[in-house]
């Protein structure tokens, strides 16, 4: 077959039945990939080799393609040669990835939603999700990205995808700015963990406990602390000064991550206003908060009588 003169990008998504498929499909297809779910292989060729209708905006558009074990004939070993005859013959850049999940909370994911497992409609989930890992393992160890989802809800997943697979500014890093609470561990690979636990801490006060730091009330009680301004404003030098640098190094992603106790009032704030003000300086930051929605609990906050936080 002679080369395709204008060669396409090609994702091939699978993984665990409950990993998280669909929500990966759904979230490139919101961000303007071409996305084809359970297509047999056999007709890719067919795919690649349509022309589009005068008109059609997909021309340049990356194309996603969604296989799993359902889908007809499917065969792990196969793909991968398919794939690396596809590759060879049309030129097209194919990558893939693959979504893995611990058993355990693919089990719970099943149990959750009341759905059988589509490898064991008549046995338990554990059965099918074992003989699933089994028949995807050649296309696990071959996938260019593996993501495993087993801490993360649709919506970090959606983030994440969108973290590796945007489509604008394709040559800057992409930048996350995240806030979490240190109670509740630290967070997965942050390249910058910002303490601010020193600032005073609205959890104490009644009226405040119950809002989080995107609420201007508390906004304004944590910026009343003496070492705010200096502290935060030189956090946000420092951060303007570091992330070109890590562009000419070719960095792909910088996670910014700013910590307090609970997650839900400091460093909300913090990471809200420094996030702004990267954005004023040029920057395209994605915010996420990762304990805000967590219940506060005098107990997390592990704070000693009429002592600061430690």
Partial sequence: MTPNPHPKSILLVSGLSGAG??????????????????????????????????????????????????????????IVQRIKALRDSHGHDIETLFLDCSGAELERRFSETRRRHPLAQDRHAADGI??????????????????????????SLQQDIRSRYSLERLSDPVLTILSF??????????????????????????????????????????????????????IETLLKTLLPRYAEEGKAYVTVAFGCTGGRHRSVHVAERVAAALRQAGFSPTVSHRNMESAPQDALEKRRAAAPDT
Avoid: C
């Avoid at 609420?215 to 935060?232: F, G, K, L, R």
């Fill in 130 to 155: 074992a003989r699933e890992r089994e028949m995807l393992e050649p296309l696990h160890r071959w996938s260019t990205n593996v993501v495993d989802t087993t801490t993360f809800n649709s919506n």
């Fill in 21 to 78: 498929k669909t929500t990966a499909l759904k979230t490139l297809e919101d961000m303007g990939w071409e996305v084809v779910d359970n297509l047999p292989l056999l007709l890719l060729d067919r795919l690649l080799d349509t022309p589009l209708p005068a008109g059609h905006g997909a021309a340049d558009r990356p194309l996603a393609i969604g296989i799993d074990a359902r889908t007809r004939g499917f065969d792990a070993n196969a």
């Fill in 181 to 234: 609470g240190f109670s509740r561990g630290l967070p997965r690979n942050a390249d910058l963990v910002f303490d601010m636990r020193f600032l005073r801490n609205p959890h104490w006060e009644p009226a405040l406990r119950p809002r989080t730091g995107q609420d201007a009330d508390v906004a304004a009680y944590i910026a009343q602390d003496p070492a705010y301004e200096s502290a935060v404003g030189q």
